[in-house]
């Protein structure tokens, strides 16, 4: 049972247009959301959170918008560029829970 | 970066050897993790720690042991490598803090079994 779901596999988008990465989540105790980004051979990396008290995190770049009535999260990259191609892992987390759950990844090609 | 080293980097062994994967931090975090990654399945927990000698099994857990004598040291163990036991092998660290969740990954070990 897949309890976070990124449902693209793959997304192409321009360089310098908005990257918009989904992620859609099923269980209700979730309470906290990360956005991690990984290259080729190398580890993930955090990039952005945010806790399900706030509906918006921004950080530069990078946008993570919830929508905690539909369970579902978006990372928003503006404007997206070549170093921004990589896999995107969502991972979500119940308050005071020390595991992560994570989806299965979008491979975020930026074409220039 | 979070100061979180893997050995081996890469290993390719044979069905039925045991393999030990192993883990190196030196962030001082209470909490340590070991994730496979496969393609179409993500990040999945196998076993993670809690403390020195405190560990429990994640959603993957079956062939794989871990131990932990050593805040800084997490070890995985394969007993008897299968060919289902291909595939990149991650740590991570958390320091777990109110309100904040992050964990921090090492540089991966690529594991082939043959």
């Known amino acids: 049972d897949q309890q976070v779901k990124q449902n693209s596999p793959s997304l192409s988008v321009q360089e310098g247009r908005i990257s918009i990465l989904n992620c859609d989540y099923t269980?209700?105790?979730?309470?906290?959301f990360l956005w991690y980004k990984k290259y080729p051979a190398e580890g993930p990396t955090f990039l952005i959170s945010?806790?399900?008290?706030?509906d918006k995190n921004e950080d530069g770049r990078f946008t993570v918008f919830l929508n905690k009535s539909a369970k579902h999260l978006s990372l928003h990259i503006v404007p997206s560029q070549p170093g921004d191609s990589a896999v995107y892992f969502c991972?979500?987390?119940?308050?005071?829970?020390?595991?992560?759950?994570f989806g299965t990844g979008t491979r975020l090609t930026i074409i220039p | 970066d979070a100061g979180i080293t893997q050995s081996p980097r890469h290993k390719v062994t044979e069905t039925g050897t045991p393999v030990t994967l192993r883990c190196h931090q030196t962030e001082n975090h209470r909490y340590m993790y070991w994730y496979r990654q496969d393609p179409g399945h993500g990040l999945r927990l196998i076993h993670y720690?809690?403390?020195?000698?405190?560990?429990d099994k994640g959603e993957v857990s079956d062939g794989y042991s871990v131990s932990r004598s050593k805040t800084e040291d997490f070890l995985l163990t394969l007993e008897s490598a299968t060919s289902s036991q291909t595939s990149v092998y991650f740590c991570a660290i958390s320091a777990l803090g109110v309100s904040s969740y992050e964990q921090y990954f090492g540089p991966g070990t690529r594991l082939t079994v043959t």
């Open positions: 991972a979500a987390v119940p308050e005071g829970n020390e595991k992560l759950t």
């Open positions: 720690s809690y403390g020195v000698k405190d560990t």
């Open positions: 269980n209700s105790m979730f309470d906290y």
């Open positions: 945010i806790s399900s008290i706030k």
